[in-house]
């Protein structure tokens, strides 16, 4: 009925609609809340699950302990913390170099302030400390944010086409060949099919109407795939040194294991220790207790991971004290931009850049 139809002496009350459970999540800002909120929380979830199964439930304390007596701990610490370094220095030269040739010649040592502060972060979690790079890196060359993304993700490409290659070659050196292996022949060749989708987005990228018209579409249609032909020279030597220090840890700490199974093995572990966790506990332990089993009991090879872990944690915070300034100054635009709303990258997997 409406109003001028209404009785006299009657007000006309519109009916008033239930309210729908399903309304509020179709809005951005609800989903955009909740997707926040699931990523910090995930980091914490996963860890915390983890370990607790780890540690609560499959490890035996007394044969962990006993596992750990028997490293040669200066042996063991000097060698992992001398990968890290390295990986921490080789990741960010390549990532300087990067920049430099595709965004503006800035000095290798700004790269290097930005990764060094980033470490801070990384203490606590991987993903932060990746979005705190891009923040620093855009505030260094002055770029937009799809330009350092896509500058960024070219060592990316170099990392994964090296891990995709080691783990390739590996195969036929395993005992029992692909057979005896084929969880990593799966994962290679899943990686070989994300690579190949990789390479072709690079190359026909700027053919897309959409695509081409983007910021990052214009910026990839002057980038050619030979360039990222010295990433991925610079990464196989990388890879080289990477599971050479892996070889000489695992002896130190006791539980030594072939280096063509360390080669076709440790890209799945990177894999694992890519989702959101902190500073990879959890994911790591339980990675190594499957992935390496026939090399050493599961207490050992725990204890292990959870020891490699610790002293990564203690390098994070090292490093990241030692650019102190640089990390105050990043985590301090990280939230000015976020009250700005400034679009930042929000990855819930990550290019794992830990040994």
Wanted: with cysteine.
């Amino acid at each position: 009925m409406a109003a001028h139809d209404a009785p006299a002496g009657k007000r006309y009350r519109p009916r008033r609609r239930k309210p729908s459970l399903g309304r509020p999540l179709c809005c951005p800002s609800v989903r955009e809340r909740l997707l926040h909120l699931l990523r910090r929380l995930l980091p914490w979830t996963i860890s915390i699950t983890a370990l607790a199964y780890v540690f609560g439930w499959l490890t035996d304390w007394r044969a962990l302990l006993a596992a750990m007596k028997g490293a040669d701990v200066p042996a063991f610490v000097a060698v992992v913390a001398i990968d890290k370094v390295a990986f921490f220095l080789g990741w960010s030269l390549l990532q300087a170099e990067a920049v430099r040739r595709f965004v503006r010649p800035v000095p290798y040592a700004q790269v290097l302030a930005v990764r060094g502060g980033s470490e801070l972060v990384r203490a606590v979690n991987g993903n932060l400390a990746d979005v705190a790079v891009v923040v620093g890196l855009m505030q260094v060359t002055g770029a937009s944010l799809a330009t350092i993304v896509a500058a960024s993700t070219f060592p990316y490409f170099g990392h994964i086409a090296v891990l995709l290659l080691q783990a390739t070659v590996s195969i036929p050196l395993l005992g029992g060949g692909i057979a005896a292996n084929r969880d990593v022949a799966i994962a290679v060749g899943i990686g070989w099919l994300i690579a190949l989708g990789a390479y072709l987005l690079v190359r026909f990228a700027p053919s897309m109407p959409r695509v081409a018209r983007s910021s990052a579409g214009v910026w990839l249609g002057r980038v050619r795939p030979r360039a990222l032909l010295p990433y991925f020279g610079w990464f196989l030597a990388l890879a080289v040194v990477d599971i050479g220090f892996q070889w000489l840890a695992t002896r130190a700490f006791g539980i030594p294991i072939p280096w063509p199974v360390l080669a076709a093995r440790i890209p799945i572990l990177y894999v694992a220790i890519s989702v959101p966790s902190l500073a990879g506990f959890g994911p790591r332990e339980l990675t190594w207790a499957y992935l390496f089993s026939e090399y050493g009991t599961r207490d050992a090879l725990v204890a292990y991971a959870f020891a490699t872990n610790a002293i990564f944690l203690v390098l994070h915070v090292v490093i990241g004290v030692a650019f102190l300034p640089r990390a105050i100054d990043l985590v301090l635009r990280m939230r000015e931009a976020r009250a700005a709303g400034v679009a930042l990258p929000n990855p819930l997997l990550r290019d794992s850049i830990d040994p």
